[in-house]
């Protein structure tokens, strides 16, 4: 009634339209979540190396494969190419050591985390100027990365290959340089961020667009706090539109929040470390929003960046970060 409950992309390959995130959550957490993200019918796992909790991940999923709770082709697992290894040299040997953690021969997507790099120490630690800002890598070449990304598809590490954090003129530029097209492109969106213009631009081109923070990632506060940043941000759950739709349908917010991110053709990665939350957010195929409601969600749009990488001091001076003045605080 509410419709499918898969996206497909270019290639054919399906991917379930409601997934989890994993970003911040301790192994303990995220091993118990990830056992009731499963449980409560999740297939689709979104995690990354940045996110330090990939071999928790597996441990779980090497479990529920073992017991054979689940086959290898039902699960959809996402991971990604951190931007300290965003060089076409480490594309192959940084999958291999996710799937090594995951315990996996392979992923169902892999993405290049973000358009820009960083570099670091030899123990891993990020390199850091004078004035105490992370040292960036500006010889980032997004189309040599991408002929070693098309090389995990020829050899089976990847199902399918996409981009996260890219901008249109990013995905355009790609897209004239590549083999195999970028199936997805996965970028903070929500009721507030709605970046339609790079959203249209990636649908024409038959790239599906994944939507992270759907929620607005309350939790980024603590993380943004742990960097030195202080900044407001808004509680999309209370805004008084989205409560009103809420209730009219005898849902949540959040269920709200994700419905509309369905219904306007994209995916969602709500992130939950709480069984009931987990279950709640993927309770959203049993109602649709009338046009009038998502017409009046696509209203809200405010340019509000929420996940805006200046936890990353000093990446701003990358010449691929494209977030410059794209938020209002
Ligand atoms: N590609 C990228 O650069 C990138 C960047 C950011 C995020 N991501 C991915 O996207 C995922 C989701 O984004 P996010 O973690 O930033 O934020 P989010 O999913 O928008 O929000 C997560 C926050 O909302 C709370 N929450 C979850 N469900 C709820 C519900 N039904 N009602 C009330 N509160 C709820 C969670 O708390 P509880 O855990 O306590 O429920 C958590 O604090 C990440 O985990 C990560 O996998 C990717």
Redesign the pocket.
Same mark, same amino acid.
């Not at 992270?212 to 980024?220: A, Q, T």
């Given at each position: 009634m509410a419709g499918d409950k898969y996206l497909t992309f270019n290639n054919g390959q399906k991917m379930p339209l409601i997934g989890v #995130?994993?970003?911040?959550a301790s192994d303990e957490e995220i091993e118990t979540a990830i056992d009731a993200a499963l449980e409560a019918g999740y297939r689709h796992i979104?995690?990354?190396p940045v996110?330090g909790n990939e071999p928790a991940i597996g441990r779980v999923l090497k479990r529920w494969l073992d017991a054979g709770k689940v086959k290898r082709e039902e699960l959809f697992i996402v991971t990604?190419l951190p931007p300290i290894s965003n060089r076409p040299h480490e594309v192959e040997p940084t999958i291999k050591k996710s799937l090594a953690d995951l315990q996996l021969d392979y992923v169902d997507l892999y /993405?290049i *985390?973000?358009p820009f790099t960083l570099n670091i120490n030899e123990d891993g630690s990020f390199k850091v100027d004078a004035e105490g800002l992370l040292e960036v890598d500006p010889t980032t070449n997004h189309a040599a990365t991408w002929v070693e990304m098309e090389k995990l598809v020829e050899k089976g590490l990847a199902k399918s290959i996409g981009v @996260? =954090?890219f901008s249109k003129d990013q995905v355009a530029r790609l897209l004239n340089n590549c083999k195999i097209r970028p199936a997805n492109n996965?970028i903070?969106h *929500?009721v507030y961020l709605q970046q339609r213009d790079l959203v249209d631009f990636c649908k024409a081109e038959n790239v599906s667009v994944t939507a992270? @923070?759907? /929620? #607005? @990632?309350? #939790?980024?506060a603590a993380f943004n706090a742990g960097a030195g940043i202080v900044r407001d941000l808004p509680d999309l759950?209370d805004i008084p539109e989205v409560k009103e739709i809420a209730a009219a349908h005898g849902k @949540?917010p959040?269920?709200v929040l994700l419905r509309w991110i369905i219904d306007t053709g994209l995916c969602a990665?709500?992130?939950?470390? =709480?069984p009931a939350?987990l279950k709640?957010?993927l309770d959203v195929f049993d109602f649709k929003l009338s046009d009038e409601e998502v017409a009046k969600l696509l209203a809200l749009d405010k340019n509000i960046r929420v996940?805006d990488f200046a936890f990353f001091h000093g990446v701003e001076r990358h010449p691929e970060f494209t977030f410059k003045n794209q938020y209002t605080k």
């Open positions: #995130g994993t970003w911040q979104d995690t990354a996110y990604k /993405l *985390h973000t @996260s =954090n996965q903070e *929500h992270y @923070s759907p /929620l #607005g @990632s309350k #939790g980024i759950m @949540s959040a269920q990665i709500p992130k939950s470390t =709480n939350r709640q957010n996940c």
